[in-house]
C-alpha cells in the first residue's frame, strides 16, 4: 500500500540486491522520489530471476520486480567523467544516498561522502555493509564481502536456529539483508529529522553483522546472565510452555502460551480441565520446569485434529495460529482484508503479484504501488539538471526588497483543495526565512477549518494586504463559504489564488511543515511574487492600523513650523556626504526655505545631481531648537560638488559627524543596508520608532 507521506523526498539508490534495494523500497512505497542508479545491465537482481514464460527476454525477474517497485532508473557509467559528472549533478540535489559497496569504493570514484556533501552540506549519506564502514568503527573484516547467510551465520542467527546443536539452519528469507535495511530505513528517517533542524546532513552507516547481533538480542542477555552458550531449540522456547510449533493432522499449528490464564483455558478446550491446575503445569515455572513433558501432551492432542478444526477451536481462544504456506496465505481473509498481497504492472506486461507494505498512516490514503522501472528508463531526468548557481543578483535584491518592505502585518494565505475549490484565511503571522533559497513561513492554528488543508497542499501563496483591504482582511478570517466569489482575485502559473489588489504576493511551493505547538509553521520557497507601491495593513490588540509614513505625514509635519529637509543619498556602496573644511560631515540638506521634497529634488539638481528620493527615511522633531527634521532616501548620480564627498559605505566618518541624531540614523543605514530592508524613523531626535516601508511588478526566482 502507498502513500505520499514522504513525497518531496529525493533519494539516490545505487544499492544492488537486497539490503539497500529493500531500504529503499519502504521509502519510495510512501512517496519517496527514488532514482536507481544503474550502469551496464543494471541492478545484479534483474538477473537473479524467476521470469515469467510470457517475459522470453527476461527483463522482469521477481527478485527485482518485488523490491524495485515504484523507483526511477537512471544508467551511469560512475567510472566515467561523464557519469560521475552527471551523479555529482544528481546528488547536488539530492536529499539521500544510498548505497551498499564494500568500503572504499565510492571514495576511489571521487564520489565519497565528504566530496558530495561539500555541495550539499543537507545530504544524508547511507551506506549498509556487511561489516560497517571504518568512518564508525574499522572492523578487521571491512574488507570481506558479505551475503545474508554470511551475517546469518557471524551474527549468531543460525547458531540459534534448527533442530538441534548438530543441524543449524538458515532461516528461509534473507533476514540478514532484510533487517539490515530496515535499520538503515530507520536511521535515513532519524538523519533526515536532524537535518531539516539543523540544515546539516550526516554519514549513517549499518553492518549487516551488527544488525544480526541486534535482531539476536535474547542470546546476548542470556549468555550474560546465566553463563550459558544459547544452542538451537528447536520451534519451542527456553523457558516458556507450551510455547512453538505443534502437530497437526494436515499440518502444523503454532501456540504461545505465557500467562497461567491462557493454559488454563487451553486445558479446558483440550477437554482436560485439571490439567489447568496440576502443580507441574499451573504456573509459569513450572511449566517451564516440565516443558518436555507438556509439549509432548499437548503434541499427542493436537495431532488428532486438522488445522481447520483446531481454528474453529482455538482461534481467538488462546495465542494460536496455523502455519501458513505461501498457497495458504493468498486464501487468507485476513491478507485480503489488509491487501497485503498487491499487483503492480509495468507496460506490456501483465501484473505481477508482490507483498504490499504493511506500515498504514490514519492521516494517509493508501493507493495501489507502481511499476518497477525498465533499465535506463528515466534517464532524460539528466536534461532536467541545472549547475547549482547563486540566485541573480538583481533577482536576489527584488526579492530582499519585497521580504523586508512592510512590517509582519495582515496576510491571506491561499491554496486549492485537491479537487480545485480555492482556500484561503486570514494570517497576522508571516516572515521571511531564508534568501537563498528563497523561503518563507507562515503559522496555522491547527484548530483552524483550513489547516489540514493547508498542511497538505503542495502549493500555496502568501498575499500581503494593502492598507485599504481591511475588508479583504475580514472576509477572509470569517467562514463564509462564498469568500472567493466575494473576493477579486486572479491564478499564478500553479494556478493558486493571487488576491488582486495587494501590496505583494509570493507563490510558492510546499518546502517544510514543522509543528509548533498548536499550529502549524508551513515553509514554502517562493517560486515567484508580486508587488506593487503601498502601505501594508496591519493589526494590533483587536484594531486594524496603517503601517509606514508617507509624504502626507512629511507634508504636515513641514507645514507645522521651522522645516529641515535633507536625504541619504547612496550610489552603489557608497553615501554621498557634506564635509567643510574642518571635516566636518553631514547629511545634504535644501535651503531652509524649502518645505517640500520636490524642493529638495529641485536643491539636488541645481547642483548638478540626478536623484531618485524613493521614500521617507526619518522624521523627527529636535528638542533643543524645535525643528522638524526631515530626511529622505534616495539614489543618485553625478560628480560630487563642491563641498561635498561620496564615502564607502564600510568606511563612514561617523566620529566627524557632528549631528548626534545624523550619525545614529547613519549607522542605521549601514546596518539596514545589508538587508536590503529599510525603515522610517518618527519621534525625536533622540527617541523613536522605525516603521518597515513598502505598479505591481512579478518577478520569477
Known amino acids: 500500500m502507498s502513500t505520499q507521506i514522504l513525497k518531496g523526498l ?95 569504493v565510492m571514495d576511489r570514484l571521487g564520489l565519497s561522502y565528504e566530496t558530495l556533501s561539500a555541495d ?27 551475503y545474508d547467510v554470511v551475517a546469518q551465520a557471524m551474527g549468531g542467527l543460525m547458531a540459534m536456529t534448527g ?32 537535518a531539516e533542524a539543523t540544515g546539516k546532513g550526516q554519514f549513517v552507516d549499518v553492518a549487516m553483522y551488527d544488525a544480526m547481533i541486534s535482531l539476536c538480542e535474547r542470546m546476548v542477555y542470556l549468555h550474560d546472565i546465566t553463563g550459558v552458550v ?10 516458556l510452555a507450551p510455547f512453538g510449533l505443534f502437530p497437526s493432522k494436515d499440518g502444523h499449528i503454532a501456540l504461545g502460551i505465557v500467562d497461567d490464564a491462557f493454559w488454563q483455558r487451553l486445558a479446558v478446550l483440550m477437554d482436560q480441565p485439571d490439567l489447568g491446575g496440576d502443580p507441574r503445569f499451573a504456573t509459569r515455572a513450572a511449566r517451564s520446569a516440565h516443558a518436555d513433558e507438556l509439549t509432548a501432551l499437548v503434541a499427542r492432542w493436537s495431532s488428532i485434529h486438522s488445522k481447520a478444526e483446531l481454528t474453529n477451536l482455538l482461534g481467538g481462544e488462546v495465542p494460536f495460529g496455523p502455519m501458513n504456506t505461501i498457497a495458504d496465505i493468498a486464501r487468507d481473509p485476513h491478507v485480503a482484508a489488509r491487501g497485503m498481497l498487491a499487483k503492480v504492472a509495468a507496460a ?57 518592505s512592510f ?133 494590533y490588540k483587536g484594531g486594524y492600523f496603517e503601517i509606514g509614513l508617507d509624504d502626507a505625514l512629511a507634508d504636515a509635519a513641514a507645514s507645522a513650523g521651522s522645516v529641515l529637509l535633507s536625504a541619504v543619498l547612496a550610489r552603489n556602496d557608497q553615501l554621498l556626504l557634506c564635509q567643510n573644511t574642518t571635516g566636518q560631515t553631514s547629511l545634504p540638506a535644501a535651503p531652509p526655505k524649502t518645505k517640500s ?30 525643528i522638524q527634521r526631515i530626511i529622505y532616501h534616495g539614489i543618485v548620480a553625478g560628480d560630487a560638488p563642491a563641498g561635498m564627498r561620496y564615502f564607502d559605505l564600510t568606511a563612514l566618518p561617523l566620529e566627524q559627524v557632528s549631528d548626534d541624531a545624523e550619525r545614529s540614523l547613519l549607522r542605521r543605514y549601514v546596518q539596514e543596508n545589508q538587508y536590503g530592508a529599510f525603515g522610517i524613523y518618527h519621534g525625536t531626535e533622540v527617541e523613536g520608532v522605525v516603521h518597515a516601508v513598502t505598479g505591481r511588478r512579478n518577478y520569477h526566482i
Open 348 to 404: 506490456g506486461q501483465d501484473p505481477w503479484t508482490i507483498a504490499a507494505n504493511p506500515l498504514r498512516f490514519g492521516a494517509h490514503g493508501h493507493g495501489p504501488l507502481s511499476a518497477p522501472p525498465a533499465l535506463g528508463a528515466d534517464d532524460s531526468l539528466l536534461d532536467t539538471l541545472a549547475a547549482p548557481k547563486d540566485m541573480d543578483p538583481d533577482a536576489k535584491r527584488a526579492l530582499r526588497n519585497a521580504f523586508g
Open 597 to 626: 521634497v520636490e524642493g529638495l529634488s529641485q536643491h539636488l539638481s541645481d547642483l548638478g545631481l540626478k536623484s531618485e528620493l524613493d521614500h521617507l527615511y526619518a522624521v523627527y522633531q529636535s528638542s533643543k531648537d524645535e
Open 230 to 239: 544459547p544452542g538451537p531449540e528447536g520451534n519451542g522456547h527456553p523457558f
Open 407 to 539: 512590517a509582519t502585518g495582515v496576510t491571506v494565505v491561499t491554496t486549492r483543495q485537491p479537487d480545485g475549490t480555492p482556500r484561503g484565511f486570514t494570517a497576522n503571522s508571516f516572515t521571511s526565512v531564508s534568501l537563498d533559497p528563497p523561503l518563507l513561513l507562515v503559522c496555522i492554528a491547527k484548530a483552524a477549518l483550513s489547516c489540514d488543508t493547508f498542511a497538505q497542499a503542495d502549493h500555496f501563496a502568501v498575499n500581503i494586504l494593502a492598507d485599504d483591504q481591511k475588508e479583504v482582511s475580514g472576509l477572509f478570517a470569517s467562514q463564509s463559504v462564498d469568500k472567493f466569489d466575494l473576493a477579486e482575485w486572479h491564478t499564478d502559473a500553479q494556478d493558486i489564488p493571487l488576491i488582486d489588489g495587494t501590496l505583494a504576493s509570493f507563490s510558492c511551493v510546499r518546502h517544510r511543515l514543522v509543528d509548533a505547538g498548536d499550529h502549524l509553521i508551513l515553509i514554502g520557497k517562493v517560486l515567484e511574487f508580486e508587488t506593487s507601491e503601498g502601505t501594508p495593513l496591519g493589526y
Open 120 to 146: 550539499n552540506p543537507k545530504l544524508v549519506y547511507a551506506a549498509i555493509r556487511g561489516f560497517g564502514d571504518p568512518r564508525s568503527g574499522a572492523s578487521p573484516y571491512s574488507d570481506w564481502p558479505s
Open 163 to 194: 533442530p538441534d546443536d548438530t543441524t543449524p539452519t538458515k532461516t528461509g528469507p534473507g533476514v540478514g539483508d532484510i533487517f539490515a535495511g530496515m535499520m538503515m530505513a530507520f536511521g535515513i528517517m532519524a538523519a533526515l529529522r536532524e
Open 10 to 104: 529525493r533519494v539516490l539508490d545505487l544499492s544492488r540486491m537486497l539490503s539497500g534495494p529493500y531500504c529503499t523500497m519502504h521509502l519510495a512505497d510512501h512517496g519517496a522520489e527514488v532514482i536507481k542508479i544503474e550502469g551496464g545491465s543494471g541492478d545484479t537482481s534483474r538477473g537473479n530471476g524467476p521470469f515469467r514464460e510470457d517475459d522470453p527476454n527476461h527483463d522482469w525477474a521477481g527478485y527485482f520486480v518485488s523490491l524495485n517497485r515504484g523507483k526511477m532508473s537512471v544508467q551511469l557509467d560512475l567510472k566515467s567523467e561523464d557519469g560521475k559528472a552527471s551523479f555529482r549533478k544528481l546528488a547536488a540535489t539530492a536529499d539521500v544516498i544510498v548505497e551498499n559497496f564494500r568500503p572504499g
